[in-house]
């Protein structure tokens, strides 16, 4: 939904048609080389997210691609902030409460993730490492499902972007408890941050951005960077962004790229540490 509302705006600027060809898979994989073996002539972008550049090259033992040499960063396109919620049947009102209760009941309160080895399940590791707490990892196939068996009472809770659980907070269906950000979020204002919450030092959030295959010429990324700057601050696509629960994320190409290489850092640091290997079949 991001991808196409930028290229929408884009094209309008750059003159260009841009066609959104979608190729999902591996986790990202298939996409980030496709981007990467295209030729580098400017014509051909991809969305990379904190998987694709940086929870992937530590999590698999084969990665078709290095997101230090093969990619011409161009800048940062959205986050999306992730909050903890809980089924309204536990009995907990705050995050201590609920860590209260992990403690009391070891391995016995469930977290949902939309599959192994991404950001959720790697913000949740980092939550039980930074609460001292044990709890059991239920993967779905997706955020719907792990939505659906959480408003059912399947599990317990799940830390999950606002995009996909805004509509479920509002109505009551499930109960918000932080949000893992540094600051608090415009979409859910009245939820206090983890830090707020009791728990220092801990953010976990989905991002996105844009890069070309190795090799682009120079002059090609920086108009490609400021077209992507200047559909990120148009007050249109801020509003629209804003209604999915996504914040926009306008980092330059230099700044995007001294991104990857921290979340990287970060998330491969805490991956090497729990021990997390995945088979992308």
Same mark, same amino acid.
């Given at each position: 939904? !991001?991808?196409?509302?930028?290229?929408?705006?884009?094209?309008? /600027?750059?003159?260009?048609?841009?066609? !959104?060809?979608?190729? *999902? #898979? @591996? &986790?990202?994989?298939?996409? @980030?080389?496709?981007?990467?073996?295209?030729? $580098?002539?400017?014509?051909?972008?991809?969305?990379?997210?904190?998987?694709?550049?940086? =929870?992937?090259?530590?999590?698999?033992? /084969?990665?078709?691609?290095?997101?230090?040499?093969? %990619?011409?960063?161009?800048?940062?396109? +959205?986050?999306?902030?992730?909050?903890?919620?809980?089924? *309204?049947?536990?009995?907990?009102?705050?995050?201590?409460?609920?860590?209260?209760?992990?403690?009391?009941?070891?391995?016995?309160?469930?977290? &949902?993730?939309?599959?192994?080895?991404?950001?959720?399940?790697?913000?949740?590791?980092?939550?039980?490492?930074?609460?001292?707490?044990?709890?059991?990892?239920?993967?779905?196939?997706?955020?719907?499902?792990?939505?659906?068996? =959480?408003? #059912?009472?399947?599990?317990?809770?799940?830390?999950?972007?606002?995009?996909?659980?805004?509509?479920?907070?509002?109505?009551?269906? =499930?109960?918000? =408890?932080?949000?893992?950000?540094?600051?608090?979020?415009?979409?859910? $204002?009245?939820?206090?941050? %983890? +830090? /707020?919450?009791?728990?220092?030092?801990?953010? +976990?959030?989905?991002?996105?951005?844009?890069?070309?295959?190795?090799?682009?010429?120079?002059?090609? !990324? +920086?108009?490609?960077?400021?077209?992507?700057?200047s559909a990120l601050s148009d007050a249109a696509v801020k509003q629209r962004l804003a209604d999915m629960g996504?914040?926009? %994320?306008?980092?330059?190409? /230099?700044?995007?790229? @001294?991104? !990857?290489?921290?979340?990287?850092?970060?998330?491969? #640091?805490?991956?090497?540490?729990?021990?997390?290997?995945?088979?992308?079949?």
């Open positions: 939904m !991001v991808s196409r509302l930028l290229a929408q705006r884009m094209s309008g /600027e750059l003159s260009q048609t841009i066609i !959104v060809d979608n190729r *999902p #898979g @591996a &986790a990202t994989m298939i996409g @980030a080389e496709a981007v990467a073996n295209a030729k $580098p002539d400017g014509y051909t972008l991809g969305t990379m997210d904190v998987s694709t550049l940086a =929870l992937n090259p530590s999590l698999y033992s /084969e990665v078709r691609y290095d997101p230090s040499k093969d %990619f011409e960063y161009i800048g940062g396109t +959205a986050r999306f902030p992730f909050v903890l919620v809980v089924n *309204p049947s536990l009995p907990v009102d705050s995050l201590q409460a609920l860590i209260a209760l992990a403690k009391q009941k070891p391995g016995q309160l469930t977290f &949902a993730t939309p599959g192994l080895g991404g950001p959720n399940h790697l913000g949740m590791t980092l939550f039980q490492q930074k609460a001292g707490i044990t709890l059991l990892h239920v993967p779905y196939k997706g955020d719907a499902p792990a939505l659906q068996d =959480l408003i #059912g009472g399947q599990v317990d809770m799940y830390l999950v972007n606002t995009a996909a659980s805004m509509p479920y907070i509002s109505t009551g269906k =499930l109960r918000a =408890l932080a949000i893992a950000m540094a600051t608090r979020s415009k979409a859910l $204002p009245a939820i206090p941050t %983890f +830090a /707020e919450a009791g728990v220092a030092d801990f953010e +976990a959030y989905a991002w996105q951005g844009l890069a070309a295959p190795a090799g682009t010429p120079k002059h090609e !990324v +920086a108009v490609m960077s400021k077209t992507l700057q996504v914040e926009p %994320f306008p980092l330059d190409a /230099e700044a995007f790229a @001294a991104h !990857v290489r921290s979340q990287s850092t970060l998330w491969g #640091g805490i991956i090497q540490n729990a021990g997390i290997r995945l088979n992308a079949n």
